[in-house]
Every structure is written in structure tokens, then in C-alpha cells.
């Protein structure tokens, strides 16, 4: 939980359990928190539950990524599950900036964002994955995936969503009206105090990235999808992203976290 006294950005409160660490890197001069998670296991296993929690109070900035792309192991028959939990407050800036997660063949997995806003917080989060290793050449051909997201702000649903796929359906994800060729796909959702101005601003951005993307406003809520064949090849669109909206947005944690360089 982040709390803020002025400009600055304070730890109120942290509970933490294996496997799940999260460390707070020093940033000098910085005027926004950043926050970084680790699982200790090296790994996501089938039968696995870990959740995070993640509340920016009134006024607070934080940004949280992790230290590493996670990994998703094939699973015999118990899926793992994930949850995740963002709050902003009024006047707290948040974002949510994992590396990907990277999904094994024969992988299992259950992962929910929920997320809740005040109608004055400002927040950007994202998720990605990536289908098998590239650099085993490996194919995900089996396996469970169900990916949603809950948006909610004061109170009401204004956004839900969920990709799923299963056994019977990863024989037709090749099709154009699926995910065609792509085996890396990211979500970024974004919620600002002028989401008409800020969708024209991401739609260039998005247009210039050299990846295949789009963007769209619902409920006011600013929806991006992104998505490329080579996984680092998302990973620099992404990147360009970040870095794009950091420089018209100036300070804050809307930009490359530090762990994506390390």
C-alpha cells in the first residue's frame, strides 16, 4: 500500500509470503515510487496460486514490474492461478508494467486482473504473453489458457474481458480471425482525466510501433491490443511505446520500467 505526503510517495504498508518478494529500489530524485516483483520459485507450476495486491491512496505514484519474464510450466491437470489486484485512489497515478509471461507448451493457466478506480486517478496497466520459447523454436499445441480482466471505477463495471483458449481451441488459433500468426500479444489498458485526447496521442504512437496493434475507448476506459510474431520484436514495440508516452506525459511512472534494462 502507497501512501503520498505532498509530492512524495511513501511504503504504508507490505505483507509478503514466499514465493512472492517485492523490493522497492532506490530512485533518486525521482518523484514517483517504483516497485519491483519477484518469485523466488523461478517459475509458475500447475496447482500454483499466488495473488498481488497493489493500492496507490490519494495522491501516490507508483509503478510495479518484475524482475524477470515469468514462466509458465506444462501442468499435468491443475491449472495454476494468478490474481492480481490494482486500486488508485484519488489523485494516484499507478502503473502496472510486468515483462511478459511466457506460456510452456501443455501450460495451464488462470490469470484475472481486477481492477478498481477512483474517477480521478490516473492509471496504465499491461499484460502480455507469449506463446512457447523462441529461442527453443518450441509451438504451444495443448494446453489451458484463460486470461481476464475486470475494470471497475467507482463502483461500476465499465470494462471485462477474457481470452481463453483450450484444448479443442489451439488447433484453430492460426486462423486470421484468432490470433493469425502472432505468438506474442499484449493488453494495455488506460484510464486519464482526457481519454478523448489521450487516444489520439496513442493511436500515433501505436501506428508508428512496427508491430500490429490498435487502440479504442470504452466507457472511457482506452483499450490498446498489440501483437507480433517475434516476441522482441513486441518487446521493442512496447518499449517505443513507453518511452513515447513518458515524453509527452513528462514525470511520473507512465514510461520503461528500470527493470526492463537490467
Request: hydrophobic share 40%; proline share 4%.
Given at each position: 500500500?502507497?501512501g503520498?505526503t ?7 504498508d ?5 514465493p ?14 517504483e ?24 495522491g ?22 494468478v ?6 485512489q ?28 477512483s ?8 499484460e502480455?504473453?507469449v ?24 463502483g ?18 492460426r ?55 517475434a ?32
Amino acid at each position: 500500500m502507497l501512501g503520498a505526503t505532498g509530492a512524495t510517495t511513501r511504503v504504508e504498508d507490505v505483507f509478503q509470503r514466499s514465493p512472492l518478494r517485492i523490493l522497492f529500489p532506490r530512485s533518486f530524485g525521482a518523484d514517483s515510487q517504483e516497485a519491483v516483483l519477484i518469485n523466488t520459485a523461478g517459475g509458475i507450476a500447475g496447482g500454483d496460486r499466488l495473488e498481488c495486491t497493489v493500492t496507490a491512496r490519494d495522491g501516490a505514484s507508483i509503478a510495479v514490474s518484475s524482475q524477470t519474464p515469468e514462466r509458465v510450466y506444462r501442468a499435468l491437470n491443475e491449472p495454476a492461478r494468478v490474481v492480481t489486484k490494482l486500486h488508485a485512489q484519488d489523485g494516484a497515478r499507478l502503473a502496472w508494467l510486468p515483462q511478459e509471461t511466457i506460456i510452456f507448451n501443455r501450460a495451464r493457466l488462470r490469470r484475472r486482473t481486477e481492477v478498481e478506480l477512483s474517477s480521478r486517478a490516473e492509471f496504465l496497466a499491461l499484460e502480455w504473453f507469449v506463446l512457447g520459447r523462441a529461442a527453443h523454436g518450441e509451438s504451444v499445441l495443448e494446453g489451458q489458457i484463460t486470461d481476464s480482466w475486470r475494470v471497475k471505477k467507482n463502483g461500476r463495471l465499465i470494462w471485462a474481458d477474457t481470452f481463453r483458449a483450450t484444448e479443442e481451441t489451439f488447433p484453430h488459433l492460426r486462423r486470421r480471425a484468432l490470433l493469425a500468426r502472432y505468438s506474442a500479444v499484449a493488453t494495455l489498458i488506460h484510464d486519464c482525466p482526457d481519454p478523448d485526447g489521450r487516444l489520439e496521442l496513442i493511436r500515433e504512437l501505436v501506428a508508428s510501433l512496427g508491430c500490429a496493434g490498435a487502440a479504442t475507448s470504452v466507457g472511457g476506459l482506452i483499450i490498446v491490443r498489440l501483437a507480433d510474431v517475434a516476441p522482441s520484436k513486441l518487446r521493442l514495440g512496447l518499449r517505443a511505446f513507453l518511452e513515447g508516452l513518458g515524453r509527452t506525459l513528462g514525470s511520473g511512472p507512465f514510461r520503461v520500467p528500470t527493470m526492463w534494462s537490467s
